[in-house]
């Protein structure tokens, strides 16, 4: 039997690739994968694309066992599956010598991020065994809780939404084993820092440390999340199943992975308790510059210190506003800001020392995964963008991300609708064109 008539006839179940249905309308798609859906088929097919759609539980169709099952399987012999696509993936890039690239969009909460995940996973266990690659391996899975911790926080549609884009190149060599790679990362959501909605979280990393020892939150001047604007003002602290000071653990290690001694590790958390402290700084009156809340002189002190910079320079920072006049060679002056203005700067300060300290990271996570003497091989990319979402009150930053989104559903339809007419023209087969935008 072909296989087309195979899953001609396996419609009870909904057909694996949506090339084969007759009809194609947009309740003919939705009752297809609502089918699949039900019988937890969450993977459909169309062409060369893959649809996941998100079963918000876990589904005993990963692991081990699973890799196997996919591994060196033709399109034939198998369902379709995310495993499916990162075995085409990389068998591309190792018998054709092609360099492949993985896009993943949908919208917030379809499950993207656990989508890169797998297909790491997968790639790391079909790739060779030498002692290079499996060092490598190491470290690209181990930096997963480092780049989370740091860049995902809780929506209100997903409890570990990706809040930066990033793309992943892996580099293998000759033999098809993996010896190294890069992360891109761009459009962190840094608004996030300082708000959030009702029913989210800032940054995981900001409550995980709250979970450190006493000793170390003493030192921070830390105590707990509700005393802290930054991460209480959402009124949701905690995620169901996530456990913060386990992964607290997980990201001190990946921390060591990446060849960070205690001393880094302790100056990144630092900073990230002196941003804490910054967002307690408030303001009262309607003087220019404006004057200290009460109890909030404290928080200008343990900011500074934890900055290792004067109080005095910390508060002048945020409540003047330096201005050069006369061009190049003009002279500064320093104008100052009434309390909503000094407000947006306190604001602006916490979320450029958390953006410089997410790409310190990003920055010694490369060093430790790009290859030593490398001449640039075969290369998979993983792009993984945070989605599409609206939310009550839209920062820039989500602007373009739903730009982007919709600049990558740009891309899906040209190399699939508008491909596959294009083509039909060519061999002069009868064919209506489907109008898309």
């Given amino acids: 039997m072909s296989y087309f008539m195979s899953r001609m006839l396996a419609r009870q ?63 034939s012999d ?32 379809a499950g993207k991020t656990e989508s890169a995940k797998l297909i790491l996973h997968y790639v790391s266990s079909v790739s060779g065994s030498s002692s290079t690659a499996n060092q490598m391996k190491k470290i690209i899975l181990e930096c997963n809780p480092l780049l989370e ?48 909605g009702r029913g989210e979280r800032n940054f995981h990393i900001f409550h995980q440390l709250f979970t450190a020892d006493s000793q170390t939150l003493q030192h921070f001047y830390l105590t707990q999340p509700e005393d802290f604007m930054y991460t209480s003002q959402s009124g949701t602290l905690n995620v169901d199943g996530m456990d913060d000071a386990k992964t607290f653990l997980e990201v001190q ?3 060591t992975t990446v060849n960070m001694d205690e001393n880094e590790k302790w100056m ?56 050069t006049m006369g061009g190049r060679r003009g002279s ?19 979320k450029e020392l958390f953006s410089r300290t997410f790409d310190h990271i990003i920055s010694r996570v490369n060093q430790v995964m790009y290859p030593k003497n490398y001449a640039r091989g075969q290369t998979i990319g993983i792009l993984d963008i945070y989605g599409f979402e609206i939310f009550k009150k839209n920062s820039f930053e989500q602007f373009c991300i739903n730009y982007v989104n919709e600049r990558l559903q740009q891309i899906f339809i040209e190399l699939t609708i508008k491909g596959e007419q294009r083509e039909y023209h060519q061999e002069q087969l009868p064919w209506r064109d489907v109008p898309f935008f």
């Fill in 268 to 323: 990144i958390f630092q900073t990230l308790a002196a941003i804490l402290h910054i967002g307690n700084v408030t303001f009262a009156g309607n003087t220019t510059p404006p004057q200290l809340s009460e109890g909030a002189e404290y928080y200008v002190q343990v900011a500074a210190y934890l900055l290792g910079v004067d109080p005095e320079a910390l508060y002048k920072s945020i409540t003047h506003k330096k201005i």
């Fill in 253 to 255: 290690q990946a921390m």
């Fill in 13 to 75: 179940d909904g057909v694996d690739d949506l090339c084969l249905i007759s009809h194609i309308s947009d309740e003919t798609v939705g009752k297809q994968l609502h089918t699949r859906l039900m019988r937890n088929k969450i993977y459909t097919s169309i062409g060369e694309v893959l649809i996941a759609v998100n079963p918000y539980r876990r589904l005993n169709i990963y692991g081990d066992t699973h890799v196997k099952k996919y591994q060196s399987a033709s399109l």
């Fill in 78 to 109: 198998t369902n379709p599956h995310i495993y499916g696509l990162a075995e085409r993936a990389y068998r591309r890039m190792r018998d054709n010598r092609q360099p492949q690239a993985v896009i993943i969009s949908g919208e917030s909460g």
């Fill in 149 to 196: 911790s740091f860049g995902n926080a809780k929506t209100v549609r997903n409890n570990n939404s990706s809040r930066f884009g990033k793309y992943l190149e892996l580099y293998f060599n000759d033999k098809a084993e993996p010896v190294g790679g890069s992360t891109s990362n761009f459009l962190l959501e840094k608004t996030r820092v300082t708000h959030q």
């Fill in 332 to 350: 500064v002056v320093e104008v100052p800001q009434n309390a909503d203005q000094a407000g947006q700067i306190r604001d602006a300060l916490a």
